[in-house]
């Protein structure tokens, strides 16, 4: 399917979803009412770190639990379409990114000292691939939707890479020491499910990294709705206690959950502020290529980092 050309009849579908962490559709209270163009579900829209533009589905918070979810979302088969054909356009924030990566890369590999099998969900070109190659890991691999993400991956980790979602089958089980989603958990529809075949992935005693946006954090308190977490991508928004809860269901010993300083430079942190989209699409470009646009700074913004291992 091609959400690109193909007409009314593969409109994506919305659907009504559930809490990953109680299992029910009801008992949620609204957050946000949709705020979505009749344009929305397009590749654009679902390409990594686009201009920020308040498009997103009603969100909803569970009254159980406090998980924060989009409600509805697209259809499984449309959304691995929309990824698929999504573009890569970050290339200039992969030193920031890496140095925010970087930083838990290490943390990860001190907890595993035979460094063998990596596996990074939702990689892009590869850039957390050749960190871990850097870091000494053997066996590494990577698994990512977005053709033109591959397209850009360096010749050093293009053939690790598997093209779509990750999928029963798609490796043996026990294959990996670790297993890593950077900006990922906050993307998937199903991610009780995702991490049930992680688990299986890993070998015994097996460490599993999560780096996502934390719904609690002071940003997102200030901006509200302004801010750019809440977004037409993301299925479901975590505070370090709905992560906890949803890594031990799925049967992991939690090691820690804590917020992460991210890198980014001044440029890309003016891309992510809630300006008026008009001006700031308008002189963004600029900054971006000045000398001050380009100035990095490390700043706790409202990033968490979950480690965990594969319990017994
Ligand atoms: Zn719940």
Known sequence: ?????????????????????????NEADEIYAASLPPDALTPATFSARRLPDRTHHRLVRCRRCGLVRSDPIV?????????????????????????????ALRRLSGLVPSREGLLDVGCGNGFVLELALDLGWRGVRGVEPSQDAIAHAPARVAPMIE??????????????????????????????????????????????????????????????????IFDIEHTYLYSPETMRRLFSQAGFDVISVKP???????????????????????????????????????????NLCLLGRRSA
Request: hydrophobic share 40%; aromatic share 8%.
């Open 75 to 103: 259809d499984q088969e449309s959304m691995l379409a929309l990824y698929r054909a999504s573009t890569f356009a970050y290339e200039h924030e992969l030193d920031g990114l890496k140095a925010t990566y970087a930083r």
């Open 163 to 228: 093209s779509g979602f990750l999928q029963r089958g798609m490796f043996a089980p026990a294959s990996f020491d670790a297993v890593t989603l950077f900006q990922v958990l906050d993307h998937l529809a199903d991610p009780g499910a995702v991490l049930c075949e992680i688990r299986r992935l890993l070998r015994p005693g097996g460490v599993i990294l999560a780096l996502n946006h934390n719904v609690d954090a002071w940003s997102a308190r200030v901006l509200r709705e302004r801010s750019p």
């Open 1 to 25: 399917m091609n959400v690109h050309t193909e007409g009314a009849a593969q409109r994506p579908r919305l659907e009504p979803t559930r809490c990953a962490i109680c299992r029910i559709e």
């Open 260 to 302: 992460v300083r991210n890198t980014y430079s001044i440029g890309y942190l003016v891309h992510l502020a809630p300006l008026p989209h008009g001006p700031k699409a308008s002189f963004l470009p600029r900054l971006k290529q000045s000398k001050i646009g380009q100035i990095m700074l490390t700043l706790p913004l409202g």
